[in-house]
């Protein structure tokens, strides 16, 4: 079971004007071809004058000062506003803060480096974490509950403007540095939330068991960050002209997959209930050329650039912990013969 990171989904044929992608009137433009990928990535082509919308729909000037019940309440078969229902909220006349792809790098990359080597610290001397030290099972249990929570919270419509702030990962305006973890951990749609969590329960207890609380805390943090970064940074790259949000805890589950992978390479895999030839490694390869082939085709609704952020890092780790095993390996073993010599 693999991981997947959701983006947002425009219906065919929705006239402009309805969801506020434009403040003109506008009596016969519809989007046609709304094309998105991973961290929803969303390009849009209308039909007529060859007229560009330059904005993604998250960057909107029409504000709605109080709440629409009507949205919230809307059928659910409607998928855009299921998806979207807090995106009525959105207030750019408000002058929020908008941090740039390289600021928002220097302060990934920094977190990065204070989570690798403030982790142990973290596990054993911060008594809120100190129990998970011992339960490394139990933390992954808590990191499943977390973001439970944080889907019932994108359930009330009160906390929309603050998830959409913080747990989102927006591509062209950056209001907060807490949006590269935030989005992590954010699921707007129960069977992304399910498929996300069945994967970290599948692979996340038996690694954590493996490497230990704090370095797996380190592997799943860090492989969420380099997952929004990788995303940032991927539309900038393609030169993707119109980019959307993106949300989900698929960059940090494909690291774990990668560090599994690394580390226990014929482990047996199951995709649902189906095994998958030649085990764990090969998985990981085939899941690797998935998302490699979607960011070069852009097929699918995936933030394939996110995926493969995670899976370096998972990668680095594997390769990094492997090492580290080896060294302690030959030292007790040159301990052990030293009195032959």
Known sequence: MLGIRSSLTLIPKLPARQIGLVNVPLKSLTLKNCIHTKNIDVRIRPIINNLLLKRTFMSTNVKHPRWDNRIFYADSSDRY?????????????????????????VVGLASMVGIYFGSQYLFDYVPIFSYFKTHPKSFVYALL??????????????????????MLLQKSRIPSYWSIVGSAFSHQEFW???MNMLALWSFGTSIATML??????????NSAIAGSL????????????????????????FGVLGCFSY????????????PIPGGAWIAFLGSVAWNAAGCVLRWGSFDYAAHLGGSAIGVLYGWYISKQVEKRRQERFERETRWLR
């Open 81 to 105: 506003t299921r998806l979207n229902r807090f995106q009525q909220f959105n207030n750019n006349g408000n002058k929020e803060e908008d941090n740039s792809v390289r600021n928002v790098t």
């Open 145 to 166: 509950g977390t973001n439970l929570a944080i889907y019932g919270l994108w359930q009330l419509p009160r906390c929309w403007s603050f998830m959409q702030r913080y």
């Open 192 to 194: 992304h939330l399910g």
């Open 212 to 221: 230990g609380t704090s370095n797996f805390f380190s592997l799943y943090m």
């Open 230 to 253: 990788f995303s940032l940074w991927y539309p900038r790259i393609a030169r993707m002209a119109m980019m959307g949000p993106s949300l989900g805890a698929s960059g940090a589950l």
């Open 263 to 274: 580390l226990v390479p014929h482990a047996q895999i199951l995709l649902f209930v189906f």
